[in-house]
Nanobody, 127 residues
Framework: QVQLVESGGGSVQAGGSLRLSCAAS????????SSWFRQAPGKEREGVAA???????SYGDSVKGRFTISKDNDKNILYLQMNSLKSEDSAMYYC?????????????????????WGQGTQVTVSS
């Protein structure tokens, strides 16, 4: 059974940075589309970033230019580097895996594209 475990969340002041990690067991990031989503209290889950098997990336409009998704195929870890954080970035962040469709540079991904999910890591940005 695939297991995904996020880490790296925490509290930070606006303008600061955090790097989230997602470690996988019984799964290899190398071959599939992977992503990060987030969900704030009372809001729907929102797509943040996705990365294709070849390293191509796609970002939600609200994080473009501030967040970077990457993966280390040797260590089998997915990352999300978050810079210039804003209070509206506060949310539970989830990594998601197992995607088989790449929509290109524009964001069309939904939760339904990813069969495997982690439990989430909380990010709180104070202004």
């Amino acid at each position: 059974q695939v297991q995904l475990v996020e880490s790296g969340g925490g509290s930070v002041q606006a303008g600061g940075s955090l790097r989230l990690s997602c470690a996988a067991s019984r799964y290899t990031w190398r071959f599939y589309v992977s992503s990060w989503f987030r969900q704030a209290p009372g809001k729907e889950r929102e797509g943040v970033a996705a990365i294709d098997s070849d390293g191509s990336t796609s970002y939600g409009d609200s994080v473009k230019g501030r967040f970077t998704i990457s993966k280390d195929n040797d260590k089998n870890i997915l990352y999300l580097q978050m810079n210039s954080l804003k209070s509206e970035d506060s949310a539970m962040y989830y990594c998601a895996a197992g995607g088989t469709v790449w929509y290109g540079g524009r964001w069309f991904f939904s939760e339904a594209d990813f069969p495997y999910w982690g439990q989430g890591t909380q990010v709180t940005v104070s202004s």
